[in-house]
């Protein structure tokens, strides 16, 4: 029998991981002293400690190699158990390798304009919301404004009060000089009659969203539209549906530089 100092050694795993393979039931030593408590170990049990070194490896939880070492589990469901763990890994390698994309692009942006970039794109997942909207073809972009007064109106006279920021979704495929196909919503959490001209729905959320916040006027926004777009293409993404501009902090004023919008396109990888 060996000590768990010289097991330790023999099998150049720590002393620490021995013990809670130990309470883990991964690993229990052949025999404890019932005086001192020292644990002892068999060189027998060097193929069972190798057996869980190699699921580490692999990547698998300490409770998965309990299930996998469980002398019930048949070889088909082992058979499982490495396919879902094969698919997690090729998606963690999607994931990182996109991650690179990304950073070759900032790089080569970065050269090019010899400074970092005004503009931080970030990725996210965008949940489904209730919402109060009203959708007309307006004359130009500036013009929603008149459906979020006519909403905030509506909403006031029913006593329901938004729960978030207000947003505008721009259903055209691309910028347009009139006849814009514009929307203007409230996200809110009561119930709310609905009128001709009032909708209530439950807005689609996103898996994956690209979005940039634009700090200032509204009469630079298309600064931050260029960029983001740029940005889309550059990374290897392609728009999947119409645009949202969430207004943080916003108002009537087309040049009030303290405006605060997010813009957003669902995105998804390109092949």
Known sequence: MLKIGDFSKLSQVSIKALRLYDRMGLLTPTHVDGTNGYRYYSASQLPRLNRILAFKDLGFSLEQIMQLLDDRISS???????RLKQAELQQHIQGETARLARVAARLRQIEQEGNMPNYEVVLKKISPMNVASIREILPNYPAVGKLFKDLTDYLQQHGVKPIDNCAAIWHDAG???????????????????????????????????????????????????????TWIETNGYQIVGPNREIYIQGGPEQDNESYLTEIQFPVEKIG
């Not at 959490?189 to 700090?215: F, M």
């Open 175 to 229: 910028y347009k000089e009139t006849d814009v196909d514009g929307e203007a919503i409230e996200v809110i959490d009561k119930p709310l009659p609905e009128s001709d001209r009032i909708k209530v729905y439950e807005l689609s959320g996103w898996e994956q969203a690209a979005c940039v916040i634009h700090h200032g006027s509204y009469n630079t926004i298309m600064e931050s539209y260029n960029y983001l777009l």
């Open 76 to 82: 088909a469901q082992i058979r499982g158990m490495l």
